[in-house]
């Protein structure tokens, strides 16, 4: 199970592939699970990392409070102890926040940025639903939580549609919590951070290739975040595609293949 000290933690993370390195950053809540049906496909012709964020999975969960810069300064160790001098950068959702502040913060590591379903600056009240994620988690244990964030991350045509596949995510969601369980303290300590994140008058400082990709029936995180994002960062590429804020798990094959015809560019 490979680790690396990174700040006052050991961090977790998965390696695949050989090539170009790419650096895979997930969301609130998430860990390296969440890219299973991203990293067969990226490893064919780069070599691929995928951590587990401060708090979540296997990597340490000391209390909080957490910070995205925290994170991303977590990020940006694990880049040094493991020689990545540059990389493609790929965050969805939280991870896309901390990428940002990668970017900012360490411009010269990156090849190229990917932000999926994220935003830059978090509405007021958001820490109500976000809050409310860790609540479920609390009072109704896993299988409430997985209930509800399909709700939120898949759409209502994939949920129809796809139902067969759908009840095999949740399966496997249901099956990783018991062996990785998500400890309620330090989702609410990565609740914080995401709800105190506002990098909106900052971002237009990022020199890196980008590409902003949303699922156009994104509810959590809708396309007008990720609009938002490209109007900000010059030069920066919008790339609105099906599905919803799960769209790297809802359109695998559509997800992997704008990723891919991006590191081709870059």
């Known amino acids: 199970m490979p680790k690396v000290k990174v700040s006052d933690i050991e961090m977790y993370y998965e390696c695949m592939g050989e090539g170009a390195p790419v650096v895979l950053v ?5 860990d390296h699970f969440a890219w299973a049906m991203q990293t067969p496909a990226i490893a064919e012709n780069h070599k691929v990392y995928m951590v587990d964020n401060r708090g979540v999975g296997q990597t340490d969960k000391p209390k909080g409070p957490y910070t995205i810069k925290m994170m991303a300064d977590d990020l940006a160790g694990f880049f040094k102890a493991l020689g990545i001098e540059k990389a493609h950068l790929v965050g969805h959702s939280m991870g896309g926040m901390i ?6 913060d360490h411009p010269a590591m990156l090849r190229s940025l990917t932000l999926a379903a994220t935003a830059c600056r978090i509405p007021q009240g958001a820490h ?3 809050g409310l994620w860790t609540d479920i988690l609390e009072k109704l244990g896993n299988e409430g939580f997985v209930n509800n964030v399909i709700g939120w991350c898949f759409t209502f045509d994939f949920i129809d549609k796809q139902y067969e596949m759908l009840m095999t995510l949740r399966q496997m969601s249901l099956d990783h919590l018991s062996d990785v369980p998500l400890l309620v ?3 609410r300590a ?4 995401i709800t105190a994140f506002n990098v909106a008058d900052k971002i237009r400082g990022i020199k890196t290739p980008t590409m902003v990709l949303v699922g156009k029936g994104d509810i959590l995180t809708p396309p007008g975040f990720s609009e938002d994002i490209a109007a900000r960062i010059p030069g920066s590429f919008l ?14 094959m559509a997800f992997n293949h704008a990723l891919l ?6």
């Open 26 to 30: 997930t969301g609130y809540g998430m």
């Open 99 to 104: 990428s940002q502040q990668f970017a900012l």
């Open 128 to 130: 109500i639903l976000l």
């Open 185 to 187: 303290a330090p989702f």
């Open 190 to 193: 990565q609740c914080a951070a």
């Open 239 to 252: 790339n609105v595609i099906e599905g919803g804020h799960g769209f790297n798990s809802e359109v695998p």
């Open 261 to 266: 015809e991006f590191f081709e560019k870059h």
